[in-house]
């Protein structure tokens, strides 16, 4: 484990999200990066059991552009739980700018999906509804590959083996997370 002096800008996030992602986390995150210090780096620490992926995409969207057309470096710690759409969310982050605090565990696992398709009506307009249905599965599963290359780029994970792992709910405890280069350290 590190020594939490080595990082003192981590002692006090400027932002501390918990709980669900989902719209009421995203308002929150929007106001706080609104008033946030307009210079210097910021830390955006987070604690979540998982939430909306989208959600997370957003957030981490807004993390993006800030870092690219503002130069700013943005550095993320997870605390206690970054599960599912929290793991998104870190994914916008250079491995280099990661970090988590002793204890926190990381889940990541595959997009899920629960709907009900009824089917009634015209038979081209039954084809049209299963089509559009297989899109969505599949234009998520292409989302959720993306999200699983950007999180794993420069560790010493493999794209299949995360892709196998997935489906099962693959925990990893801080100090892997390190040392499979997930994030640059424990504090």
Known sequence: MANPK??????????????PVDYTMYGFFRQALINAPKSGPLVISLTTM????????????????????EGRELLFLGQAAVYSAGATFMSYFAR????????TRLMIHERQITKTIALSGPLRMCVATLKATLNEIEHSINIEEEGFRALIEGS????????????????????????????????
């Open 156 to 187: 010493s994970i493999s794209f299949d083996e995360v892709h196998e792992k997935a489906p099962e709910n693959w925990y990893i405890d801080a100090v892997d997370a390190r040392d499979m280069g997930l994030v640059l350290d424990v504090i």
């Open 6 to 19: 080595l990082y003192p800008l981590l002692a006090r996030p400027n932002i501390g999200l918990a709980g």
């Open 96 to 103: 280099d700018k990661r970090f988590l605090t002793r204890g």
């Open 50 to 69: 998982g939430g909306d992926p989208e959600v997370a995409r957003a957030m981490g969207d807004d993390v993006r552009i800030m870092q690219e057309h």
